[in-house]
């Protein structure tokens, strides 16, 4: 059982930095690859990027490509998020999420999702 809590949204303005953090409980987060999804009312949960167990290899959804970076630090049990050059459309709930599979880019391959925290983008 892994526990996700995720913090650092905010309202921030068109061209402005966030990072999310994602801090998971128990002894083994590094057992998992790690994902972000975003979410707007309405709509289903979209993939926005994933880390493998070590770090090592990443994937990114093509909108956030060059500007978002996902890291992790196993020692801490957590995942970050670095969004920058922010855009309005980026506006949406974010998800951390754990998975078995090595670098999962679909909802349906994460066993544990955290609460989400919301990020609004002004223009």
């Known amino acids: 059982q892994v526990q996700l809590v995720e913090s650092g949204g905010g309202l921030v303005q068109a061209g402005g930095s966030l990072r999310l953090s994602c801090a998971a409980s128990?002894?083994?987060?590094?057992?998992?690859?790690m994902g972000w999804f975003g979410q707007t009312p309405g709509k289903e949960r979209e993939f926005v990027a994933a880390?493998?167990?070590?770090?090592?290899?990443?994937q990114y959804a093509d909108s956030v490509k060059g500007r978002f970076t996902i890291s992790r630090d196993n020692a801490k049990g957590t995942v970050y998020l670095q969004m920058n050059s922010l855009k309005p459309e980026d506006t949406a709930v974010y998800y951390c999420?754990?998975?078995?599979?090595?670098?999962?880019?679909?909802?349906?391959?994460?066993?544990?999702w955290g609460q989400g925290t919301q990020v609004t983008v002004s223009s």
């Open positions: 880390i493998t167990r070590s770090g090592s290899s990443t």
């Open positions: 128990g002894r083994t987060f590094s057992r998992y690859a």
């Open positions: 999420a754990a998975s078995l599979a090595p670098l999962p880019d679909r909802q349906e391959l994460y066993n544990y």
